[in-house]
């Protein structure tokens, strides 16, 4: 049983470091890093959704979209946190909110635009290859900042 727990936890390991090394790719804008973090080939349809855009299928789409996010991205930087790692057989889920921070590109002499940070949440699925651990899916959604404003309309005792 021991060998079983030090496999199990060997895989999840080489899963984490699959994931991290996904966002550090795209962090350093490296398009063919990221390319190869994907599943190849036809047999498997990759999908991706960032943040408020339609479902993307097919490697193509998917490889498309991170090359224009990373054009039109003069900054970027993940910091996952609540990263959790669920296995079955060769299939891994990761969950993990991203905290982004980033910027565009630079207004008037600045070296860049001004910095802004976002929250995700997202599921990226891996799949188990000759090659390692190789993104099938990943999901963003935004995380919806709370306003405070409940804490603003109680009522004045005057």
Sequence with gaps: MNED?????????????????????LERGDYEDLSGRWLPGEDLTVSCVHPGWPVLTGRGDVLRSY?????NTEYIQFFLTDV?????????????????????????????????????????????????????????????AETGEEDDEEPSSS
């Excluded at 727990?5 to 790719?25: L, P, Q």
């Excluded at 090359?67 to 054009?71: C, G, H, Q």
């Excluded at 790692?85 to 590109?105: F, H, K, Q, R, Y």
């Excluded at 635009?113 to 990943?138: E, I, Y």
Aim: hydrophobic letters at 45%.
């Design 67 to 71: 090359a224009l996010i990373m054009a």
């Design 84 to 144: 959790n790692v669920s296995m079955t057989d060769d299939t891994a889920l990761v969950t993990c909110t991203e905290n982004i921070l980033s910027g565009g590109p630079a207004e008037e002499g600045n070296a860049l635009g001004p910095l802004v940070g976002q929250l995700v949440v997202a599921t990226n699925v891996f799949r188990r290859t000759p090659q390692g651990w190789k993104l099938w899916s990943h999901h963003g959604s935004p995380v919806l």
């Design 5 to 25: 727990h030090a496999s199990a936890a060997a895989d999840i390991a080489e899963v984490e470091a699959a994931n991290t090394a996904f966002y550090e790719a």
